[in-house]
């Protein structure tokens, strides 16, 4: 070796022997991963608007009973029903996604604005994709306050108060 050479460790990174096992992937990277937690978030999703739909019904009960007795059907409140939840899901994806995209396009342009100018590019059939997920979760919340406010008899609603 001549005297000006420094010593080496060999290959660098070193070659992987047959036998040797793979690290295991971080928590939620893996192919599972993500779905996993979007299917959390989507759980999450339809308890959160069950329950305001939960609270709204208890709290316009004398309305609900006072449309049941000037002849609303329990479809049609379970439909009426159906539509808030609908539209609420609705505004909150349209919400999430524009503050979504506003949030990261700023932050691209923050991060590479001096090397790069970043568009802001949409994917529009996953947002439509999100969107028929959004419509899908919200009539899915509406089933259990729709019946539980379709149940109660106007007569004996109209009465409690």
Do not use: C, H, K
Request: proline fraction near 10%; glycine fraction near 10%; charged fraction near 10%.
């Amino acid at each position: 070796m001549p005297p000006f050479a420094l010593p080496t460790l060999g290959r660098w990174p070193p070659r992987r022997r047959p036998n040797d096992r793979e690290p295991p992937p971080a928590p939620g990277t893996g192919p599972t991963g993500t779905p996993a937690l979007l299917a959390i978030s989507v759980v999450i999703a339809v308890v959160g608007i069950a329950n305001t739909l939960s609270l709204s019904v208890i709290e316009r009960t004398r309305e609900s009973a006072l449309l049941r007795a000037l002849g609303l059907t329990r479809g049609q409140l379970r439909l009426m029903l159906a539509v808030e939840a609908v539209l609420l899901a609705l505004v909150g994806t349209l919400l999430g996604a524009a503050l979504g995209a506003g949030y990261a396009w700023v932050g691209v342009n923050a991060l590479l604005g001096e090397f790069t100018s970043a568009p802001l590019v949409l994917p529009w059939s996953q947002l439509a994709l999100v969107a028929v997920g959004a419509i899908l979760a919200g009539l899915l919340a509406s089933i259990l306050p729709a019946r539980r406010a379709a149940q109660v008899a106007p007569a004996a609603a109209l009465a409690a108060d």
